[in-house]
């Protein structure tokens, strides 16, 4: 059973920054892409930014320029810089891990933005 657990999340106003990180207890999901999707009140979960084992990245284009994507694969984390907050990124975040069998997603950590 692959574990997902999210942190960091909160209430921020914008224009202001918030780090997001997420820790995966199966170290052998290191190979795999990683990522972060988020769901917004009455919308669709979408991706965020996801990024592969040779970090090549994928982000929405709401959020190029703003938010960042890294992983650190002895660790087993993905974390996601958010900067320059807009109301519209509020949303539950969650972390997201490609394995050999499917998907897996953290249970969600909620961002606001607001001021």
């Known amino acids: 059973q692959v574990h997902l657990v999210e942190s960091g999340g909160g209430l921020v106003q914008p224009g202001e920054s918030l780090r997001l990180s997420c820790s995966v207890s199966?170290?052998?999901?290191?190979?795999?892409?990683k990522g972060w999707y988020r769901q917004g009140p009455g919308k669709q979960r979408e991706l965020v930014a996801t990024m592969t084992i040779d970090e090549r990245t994928k982000y929405a284009d709401s959020v190029k320029g703003r938010f960042a994507i890294s992983r650190d694969n002895s660790a087993n984390t993905v974390d996601l810089q958010m900067n320059n907050v807009r109301p519209e990124d509020t949303a539950v975040y969650y972390c997201?891990?490609?394995?050999?069998?499917?998907?897996?997603w953290g249970q969600g950590i909620q961002v606001t933005v607001s001021s």
């Open positions: 997201y891990q490609l394995t050999p069998v499917g998907e897996r």
């Open positions: 199966d170290m052998t999901l290191n190979l795999y892409t």
